[in-house]
Nanobody, 123 residues
Framework: QVQLVESGGGLVQTGGSLRLSCAAS????????MGWFRQAPGEDREFVAAIDWSGSTTSYADSVKGRFTISRDNAKNTVYLQMNSLKPEDTAVYYC????????????????WGQGTQVTVSS
């Protein structure tokens, strides 16, 4: 079992930056691959980024490549999403997810989800 709590969301202007954090409970965090997803009002959930257990393999949605960076600190049981050059279309609730497999963008394969944190980018 792993419990996930996201933080770091907020309101930012276009072009600004935010860093999201996802803190995980449990002593086996380092054995889980992690992912970030987002869901805008009226839209389906979409994949943002993923990272394997070691941090050596990452995957990004085309829409965020070059602007977002996923990273993790296994000593702190935390995964991060650094978001730069934010756009209004990045506005969404951002969720982190965990699974022992490297599921990348397959949201249906993640077994654990956080409650989400709101990111709003004003134009």
């Amino acid at each position: 079992q792993v419990q996930l709590v996201e933080s770091g969301g907020g309101l930012v202007q276009t072009g600004g930056s935010l860093r999201l954090s996802c803190a995980a409970s449990g002593r086996t965090f380092s054995s889980y691959s992690m992912g970030w997803f987002r869901q805008a009002p009226g839209e389906d959930r979409e994949f943002v980024a993923a990272i394997d257990w070691s941090g050596s393999t990452t995957s990004y949605a085309d829409s965020v490549k070059g602007r977002f960076t996923i990273s993790r600190d296994n000593a702190k049981n935390t995964v991060y999403l650094q978001m730069n050059s934010l756009k209004p279309e990045d506005t969404a609730v951002y969720y982190c997810a965990a699974d022992r497999r490297f599921a990348a963008g397959r949201g249906d394969l993640y077994g654990y989800w956080g409650q989400g944190t709101q990111v709003t980018v004003s134009s």
